[in-house]
């Protein structure tokens, strides 16, 4: 076909015909093939060929599940930021388990004990000079009778420290502030008494077990003489014992030299975090402009209810403490939540508690100026638990109000006023010592909860 063979409409352009598969789709009712050819594939042929899903169908498919919608910052805030170690050592401390361990290791005291009753003096080994004078008499029934002994007041010291603990999570009532000093002091001679009787129990363990194991091995100059009832129960007593009082004993040093250092930085971290997330209004992981707006509101509603302040902070003294305190990558500029935690720990250091509580109260005392005055933290006004309920419900808002009615009779001694709110809040941010009230008292209120105890995602 030449140039002027090329069909042309009436205005010489030139016409190319559509190709096969560009056919208009017409579901006019005409079957496709009538209409334009078998070539030609339309809509009504693919629809006999491939028919639509029945509407049932539709339902019967899987979905693939959507990812989550909270936000990174949520995601961080409402979640269990344990780490692996820490969970473990929680859920052993109070575990079933233990408490089995203990009770295995009462059924040893009681047994080592009537054991000694039954055959005192039968097991006694003596060692002799060359003249055959006795240099040495080991009696095993006095050895394990004071073994039994230590081991089972041991065991009852353990059942005590944990009625205290379960009377104390069970306490319906305020502790008054002036038993708090005695209370300290006597849980700190309880730790000593208990570290005591713990290096105790693993000295007599190791010593009753080079006694019995190696009893009869061959020496010179010594003589046995023990009855074989009394042998063959220590001997495989201590061997049973030794199972369990050495791994034990493995894990109590390796917390006691290696993870306290390491706890206490996750421990002030994890405050550290909860402390951004009552200013991480929307809770995305990154202190905002806009978190800021939100979180002024918070504490306007907090200036109200308390009513220590008359008029609010200016927007220009807002502005400056935000600017100051919070976004240190300059001032009005976002700061993520992770680097805001890095410069609070900068700033702090890793002095002494009161030195890090030093450098961390002008920051609490300048976020309290928000809805109180100097003045009326001087009166030391009572600060009750309708109030105490209240201020966490618009600051936090977390969890339900009874949680923190609890937290408030659990944690807060009495008579509590908004300065020694002020000081536990400085506590909160700068004692990294979790074993210690005073750090602890504001963690307990906004540390992550379980949704079945109380929070709401």
Known sequence: ??????????????????PDYSAACSNNGEHSGQAFGHSVMTADLVQEKIPPPAYDDIFAKTQTPAPSSLPRGRQTYYKDDRNTWEKLHEWFEMSVLQQIIWCAVLAFSISYIYYDTKYSGECIKKRFDKKGNVTNEDDLTAFIKAEGGVICATILYAFLIRLLILSDIRRTHQKPKSDLEGQKKCGGNLFFLGMALYIANFGLCIAGA?????????????????????????????????????????????CFVFMIGISKKWFIRRKLRRWAKLLDA??????????????????????????ARTNALSSTEQK???DDNIFKRGPGKDIEVEDYINVVEGLMGTGPPHDRAGKIRPVIKGWFNFFTTEEYLKRKLLLGGGDFVKFWTIL??????????????????????????????????????FFDEYSSRVYHVVKYQSEAICCKV
């Open 1 to 18: 076909m030449s140039v002027n063979d090329v069909p042309r409409d009436s205005f010489g352009r030139v016409h190319f015909a559509p």
């Open 210 to 254: 080079t006694k019995i194991i190696p009893l009869y091995n061959p020496e010179t100059n010594t003589t046995v003489t023990c009855t074989s009832a009394f042998y063959d129960f220590y001997y495989n007593a201590k061997i049973g014992q030794l199972a369990v009082f050495m791994p034990y004993a493995a894990y109590i040093i390796f």
């Open 282 to 307: 929307d809770q995305d992981g990154v202190i905002s402009q806009e978190d800021m707006r939100i979180t002024n509101e918070k504490l306007e509603m907090l200036r109200r209810l308390i009513g």
């Open 320 to 322: 400056k403490w935000w």
């Open 396 to 433: 936090d808002g977390s969890c339900d109000e009874q949680h923190y009615k609890k937290m408030y009779i659990k944690h807060f001694p009495a008579p509590f006023s908004m300065s020694d709110f002020l000081e536990d809040f400085v506590a909160f941010l700068s004692h990294p010592d």
